[in-house]
C-alpha cells in the first residue's frame, strides 16, 4: 500500500461512511475486454451510473468526496473524469478495472482520476489514483501508480491550500524579512522603525501572491482541485 493510499485512508476516518445513501443498480452481463476499458477510460461519462455488486466490494477501498478533496488540497492535485487524462494509464491499471469488471459482471463508464494538474488537458506526472464512482459522493479505488508523492511537494504547495495558509505565508515572510532586518541592525528593535518594515513587506507580499493568483488562475486549491478548466 503506498504512503498515499495510508494517507487517504487516515483522512477517511474522520468522515462517517453513509452507505445508505449508495444507489444499488442490477448487474449487467457482459464480457469487458482490454480494449472497451481502455476506450472507456478515454470517453468516461460523469453522467453515467455503474453498477456493481456491493458484497464484493473491498471497504477499505471506498473513499467520500471529502476525503478526496483534503487530500486534493493537501496536495494540490485535481479530481478529475479520466476523459481529461493526457498521460498513458499502464496496463496494471487497465488491468485491475478488467478484473473488477469480471467480477462484478459489469461495465464501468464513469472513471475518476486522482493526479497533479500538469497530467490533465484542461480546457481554456506523478501518482495518480484511479476510482469509480459508487454514486451519492462515494469512490472505489481501483488502481495506483507511480512513486508516492513526495512530501516536499506537500510543504511546497502549502501556501495554495486555502486563503488562509495564503495569508499566514505571507505573513511568515514579512516575519523573516524583519528578522534578516533586525540582524544587519539591532538598532531596528528600539524604533517604531520595524512595524513599519513588517507592514510593508506584508502588503507587498500580499500584492504578489493576489497577483500571481489572478495572473496566472492559479487559485488556492480548495477552490479548484475538481476543476476542469486550467485557469479557474
Not at 2 to 14: F, G, N, P, Y
Request: hydrophobic share 40%; with cysteine; proline share 3%.
Amino acid at each position: 500500500m503506498s504512503r498515499l493510499h495510508q494517507e487517504l485512508k487516515q483522512i477517511q476516518k474522520k468522515f462517517q461512511f453513509d452507505f445508505s445513501s449508495i444507489t444499488f443498480t442490477d448487474r449487467i452481463d457482459v464480457s469487458p475486454t482490454l480494449i472497451s476499458v481502455v476506450e472507456r477510460l478515454n470517453s468516461s461519462n460523469e453522467n453515467s451510473i455503474n453498477t456493481f455488486h456491493f458484497d464484493k466490494l473491498q471497504s477499505d477501498l471506498i473513499f467520500s468526496e471529502a476525503a478526496i478533496k483534503e487530500l486534493a488540497i493537501t496536495y494540490r492535485l485535481r479530481f478529475l473524469s479520466t476523459s481529461y487524462y493526457k498521460n498513458e494509464i499502464p496496463k496494471e491499471a487497465i488491468h485491475s478495472v478488467l478484473v473488477f469488471e469480471n467480477e462484478h459482471q459489469t461495465q464501468i463508464k464513469n472513471f475518476k482520476i486522482l493526479a497533479p494538474k500538469e497530467n490533465f488537458a484542461l480546457e481554456n506526472y506523478d501518482d495518480p489514483l484511479l476510482f469509480m464512482s459508487l454514486g451519492n459522493g462515494y469512490y472505489y479505488l481501483l488502481a495506483k501508480w507511480g512513486n508516492d508523492l513526495s512530501v516536499f511537494r506537500k510543504i511546497k504547495y502549502w501556501p495554495f491550500r486555502n486563503i488562509f495558509t495564503l495569508v499566514t505565508t505571507t505573513l511568515l515572510l514579512s516575519l523573516l524579512v524583519l528578522v534578516i532586518c533586525g540582524l544587519i541592525n539591532p538598532n531596528l528593535w528600539v524604533t517604531s522603525r520595524a512595524l513599519s518594515i513588517f507592514l510593508f513587506s506584508w502588503k507587498t507580499f500580499l500584492f504578489i501572491f493576489i497577483y500571481y493568483t489572478f495572473k496566472t488562475g492559479n487559485y488556492p486549491s480548495e477552490f479548484n482541485w475538481n476543476s476542469s478548466f486550467h485557469n479557474k
